[in-house]
């Protein structure tokens, strides 16, 4: 049996291709008279707009529901219309070129319809994973389709599972993901002949059986093999992500942009398994010790560093070094800011004497941002569409002044927004999100209020009363360095309440903003220019191995084998305007922002 494809060709050339209906590999395409790049699409065997086939397709999905809602069975030809109908309808509709912004809706239904809402018995659902296993793999692998279409194929294939979620509320338990998507994805992340958005859809994957897998330990769910063929899977991803993470230069043909966003969801693969190796750390490390790297990618890192988990050991960490580090980040953001606020008012104070010179604002007809050489300037602001490199994108989209842990919203109703002039606003929303990064690697805490407050985290961690638990650099510091680290971390908070207000006055703000930054710069250089601690967890010193010298691969997701020092690094320069980012969404929420070619819509 085949099925007709149609194929648009780019740059004018034409192709003429069919595609075979083969076993479990679907797909194999022919491609004649190729002159220029194209894309394949997989005709849908029935056309929903005319009015005849549409009839067909409701008898036709009118069988699958019943066999989905267990109403009818797989015998006979049930099974082959069963196959033939998600091959030719629904998995083919979403290969066309017309409809790619409707492919995250697609996929989206696909799983709700197919899995969620349906309960279909084990026979059924195994025959459907499988079905869609092998379907998407051949997407995935074949250059003939859209970057898109394949990348929608892996995040498919990540979202499989073994066994679905049952039950609901407290006695709800996780779904099981399917153990053979691991050997896939990993074997596509790393093959170097394998387009971005593919190896970018297999991190996502990972990042979700990375996120289940480990609450599946937790909570002792049986299914996806054996307890140690689950462990075992784990490592591998756990390797998978170090490797990632600690590549610093993007290869040939990904942007900047796009290869920090993949090293991000390494680091979230380190957050959710836990991970706790000398390997891990002197990756971590390495991130925040270097100025040349995107600020969301070291804030990424500082994250990963206080929640860290400390009882495997001391990882590696020099907790001094690491503190100033850390410290100069928060420098770095908050400077940037402040002379960023410093031309914007210059340019504010340009603006407004050339308007009172030409008799006020609106004189001839023109409203004051419509005055030549004006008009696009006036989108140039923090986080605009034309602003500047460090602007652009880091930090945007984090949770605003009521969603920090420990900020004065935190857990309280929600109110009416009072109106914030919107480049306050974003700055405030950078500035918070580098601080949180930072102080929560520094003491394990994401608590700014006053010692004695408790407050409720949003992001779902425990908030421990003041004082009673030590994370991040803190619990690795000898008992001379804790004063230093408490110090920077005490300064972050300051920092971070200047900027928490609901209504600030901007001039005000960065007075006091300036204020503070003084005094956490005098503070880091007072603990460059002080006498080096040793003998303490932590602070044996840097070691002269660099990024070969590491283990081949971490040992356990959970604990640390013996101890390694890590590499050398030099002190960042502490003034520096951030490179550009990415936002500082939670892991693995988002997809990225600059891919290497081009964003999947809606995915």
Not at 44 to 58: A, C, G, S
Not at 291 to 311: D, F, H, Q
Not at 414 to 439: G, M
Not at 531 to 551: I, L
Request: proline share 7%.
């Amino acid at each position: 049996m085949q099925a007709s494809v149609r194929v648009t060709a780019f740059r004018g050339a034409v192709f003429c291709c069919a595609v075979a209906i083969l076993g479990g590999g679907w797909l194999s395409v022919a491609v004649t008279n190729a002159q220029a790049p194209a894309y394949s699409e997989v005709k849908p065997l029935w056309d929903e707009t005319d009015r005849e086939q549409y009839q067909q397709f409701r008898t036709r999905e009118t069988l699958v529901r019943n066999i989905l809602n267990d109403r009818a069975g797989l015998e006979g030809d049930n099974g082959k219309d069963f196959d033939e109908y998600f091959r030719r309808q629904v998995f083919a509709k979403m290969t066309l070129l017309s409809d790619l912004g409707k492919i995250a809706e697609r996929r989206q239904d696909f799983f709700k319809s197919s899995f969620q809402m349906a309960n279909p018995p084990a026979p059924v659902h195994d025959r459907l994973v499988q079905l869609t296993f092998s379907t998407m793999q051949a997407i995935a692998i074949n250059p003939r389709f859209h970057p898109y279409v394949r990348y929608n194929a892996m995040l498919i294939i990540g979202e499989l599972n073994e066994v679905e979620s049952t039950g609901f509320g407290g006695n709800r338990r996780p779904p099981v993901p399917l153990p053979a998507a691991v050997n896939f994805m990993l074997t596509q992340l790393n093959d170097p002949k394998q387009i971005d958005e593919v190896r970018m859809a297999a991190l996502v994957g990972m990042l979700r059986h990375a996120q289940i897998g480990r609450l599946g330990q937790q909570m002792n769910v049986s299914g996806g093999g054996t307890p140690q063929e689950r462990q075992a899977n784990l490592q591998r991803i756990l390797a998978a992500a170090s490797q990632v993470a600690e590549e610093k230069d993007p290869p040939a043909g990904r942007s900047i942009e796009g290869h920090t966003w993949m090293r991000r969801r390494a680091i979230d693969i380190f957050m959710v398994l836990g991970a706790s190796t000398p390997q891990v750390a002197s990756v971590l490390e390495e991130i925040v010790a270097d100025t040349t790297a995107p600020v969301s990618l070291r804030c990424t890192a500082a994250e990963a560093i206080g929640k860290m988990p400390t009882s495997g050991g001391q990882q590696g960490f020099d907790a001094t070094k690491t503190a100033q580090d850390l410290a100069a980040i928060a420098i770095e953001v908050c400077q940037a800011e402040l002379d960023w606020w410093k031309t914007e008012k210059e340019r504010e104070q340009e603006k407004k004497s050339r308007t009172t010179a030409m008799g006020g604002a609106g004189m001839y007809g023109m409203g004051g941002s419509s005055y030549p050489g004006y008009g696009a300037g006036e989108s140039e602001v923090a986080g605009g569409s034309s602003g500047s490199s460090y602007a652009e994108g880091y930090g945007a989209g984090y949770p605003g002044s009521s969603g920090y842990p420990g900020s004065s919203g935190a857990g309280a109703p929600e109110k009416k927004k009072p109106k914030v002039d919107t480049k306050v606003e974003k700055t405030q929303r950078r500035l918070k999100h580098t601080f949180y990064c930072v102080k929560l690697a520094l003491d394990g805490s994401s608590d700014f209020a006053a010692p004695a407050a408790k407050t409720a985290s949003k992001r779902g961690e425990a908030q421990p009363a003041a004082g009673t638990t030590e994370g991040g650099m803190l619990a690795r510091a000898n008992a001379q360095q804790k004063a230093k680290v408490k110090e920077l971390a005490t300064a972050i908070s300051d920092m971070f309440r200047v900027v928490d207000v609901a209504e600030p006055k901007r001039d005000a703000m960065l007075t006091d903003l300036q204020t503070q930054l003084e005094k956490l710069q005098g503070l880091t250089a007072a603990a460059q220019t002080g006498p080096p601690a040793s003998g303490a967890p932590g602070a044996s010193g840097p070691s002269s191995a660099g990024p070969g010298g590491r283990p081949s691969g971490p040992s356990s997701a959970v604990s640390a084998p013996a101890n390694a020092p890590a590499p050398a690094k030099a002190t960042p320069a502490t003034k520096a305007p951030p490179a550009a980012g990415n936002n500082g969404a939670a892991p693995g929420a988002n997809a990225p922002k600059s891919a290497p070619a081009t964003k999947p819509p809606g995915a």
